[in-house]
């Protein structure tokens, strides 16, 4: 994976939301996996909040991300399965303009490689809402892993060629 050393890094401000009924800050292993991995890839964590899974709760959070200038993208974890309390893509759902469905398939295809078929039940997603970018990735330790390291880290470094997330953000709110 091509990084241009020759072009300057661009710092994006990333605010990430851990969804689940159960965890809290103190027990979010994969929130703060990727907390860790935001940082030391030269992001800045903007913001970081757990919310219950309730369309309406997460769907808010979005929202006010969004409209937040001081946050370029929102990575959500937890709420991706099959199961009746997992809501996060119908969350995306009601804030997005633009699915990016390259997203979940590379994540699933990716993924195969770690768990095999069980990437069947993933509904890892992402869409654009109003500019901003939001991923959302399953709850797992591994799956956040897999999310930031094999797509995330590379797609959201201003200097990976021949094409990136980063270099889009000054044309996504333009009509």
Known sequence: MPIDQ???????RIALLT?????????????????ARIADAGH?????????DSKNEIAAHLH??????????????G???????????EALDRVKD???????ELFRWLSYETIGVSTIQSRACAVLARGTYIFALPGSN?????GWDKILLHQLDSRFRP????????RLRVR
Do not use: H, Y
């Open 44 to 52: 800045e964590l903007a913001a970081r909040e757990i919310s219950r």
């Open 163 to 170: 094409c990136n997330f980063v270099e889009l953000m000054p």
């Open 6 to 12: 020759n072009l300057r890094f661009q710092p994006v």
């Open 98 to 104: 633009k699915d990016i469905p390259g997203f979940g």
């Open 79 to 89: 709420g991706t399965g099959l199961t009746g309390r997992d809501v996060t893509p």
């Open 19 to 35: 969804v689940s009924d159960t965890r809290t800050l103190a027990d979010d292993s994969s929130g703060d996996i990727l907390a």
């Open 142 to 146: 591994g799956a956040v892993k897999d």
């Open 64 to 77: 006010r991300w969004i409209d937040d200038e001081t946050v370029d993208c929102v990575i959500t974890t």
